[in-house]
């Protein structure tokens, strides 16, 4: 995915930074659903242990939604740069059609990326029975 914008040294070799960017992808497609656990689980007051009780509440909210967007917007961005990894000859002098429009799918997953977690929101907890609640004054909530 990385490619120097003038010119390339005959030993400098981007594959690091290739295989690091590879690296935080696959940790990140590891840690979104483990993040929406915990916090699907705090929010239900329930164990993030207890899968049968959370996995069908990752839906059920726009947060839980939100971050299974974000799942897939991350494995998007990994089958994007893989193409784009393909599809990039490095030897040319310039880019090929091809290799351009494989770079701007990464960087148009990669600003999704960026919008879906602020999109989402955050978890918020309904209010109990008896409790004070700012939106009513001080008013307990009935249910």
Same mark, same amino acid.
């Given at each position: 995915?990385?490619?120097?914008?003038?010119?390339?040294?005959? =030993?400098?070799? *981007?594959?690091?930074?290739? &295989? %690091?960017?590879?690296? !935080? #992808?696959?940790?990140?497609?590891?840690?979104? /659903? @483990?993040?929406?656990?915990?916090a699907?689980?705090?929010?239900a007051?329930?164990?993030?242990?207890?899968?049968?009780?959370?996995?069908?509440?990752?839906?059920?909210?726009?947060?839980?939604?939100?971050?299974?967007?974000? =799942?897939?917007? *991350?494995?998007?961005?990994? &089958? %994007?740069?893989?193409? !784009? #990894?393909?599809?990039?000859?490095?030897?040319? /002098? @310039?880019?090929?059609?091809?290799?351009?429009?494989?770079?701007?799918?990464?960087?148009?997953?990669?600003?999704?990326?960026?919008?879906?977690?602020g999109?989402?929101?955050?978890?918020?907890?309904?209010?109990?029975?008896?409790?004070?609640?700012?939106?009513?004054?001080? &008013?307990?909530?009935?249910?």
């Amino acid at each position: 995915m990385a490619r120097p914008l003038l010119r390339r040294g005959p =030993e400098a070799s *981007l594959r690091p930074v290739s &295989v %690091a960017a590879f690296a !935080a #992808l696959e940790v990140a497609l590891v840690a979104v /659903p @483990v993040y929406l656990d915990i916090a699907t689980a705090q929010f239900a007051l329930r164990s993030a242990f207890d899968a049968g009780a959370i996995v069908p509440l990752l839906s059920a909210s726009a947060f839980g939604r939100g971050w299974l967007e974000m =799942e897939l917007v *991350l494995a998007l961005i990994l &089958v %994007a740069g893989a193409l !784009a #990894l393909v599809l990039d000859r490095p030897r040319r /002098p @310039v880019r090929s059609v091809a290799g351009v429009l494989a770079l701007i799918g990464v960087l148009g997953t990669a600003a999704a990326a960026l919008l879906v977690p602020g999109l989402a929101g955050t978890p918020r907890r309904s209010p109990r029975a008896g409790s004070r609640s700012r939106l009513t004054g001080g &008013v307990g909530c009935i249910s």
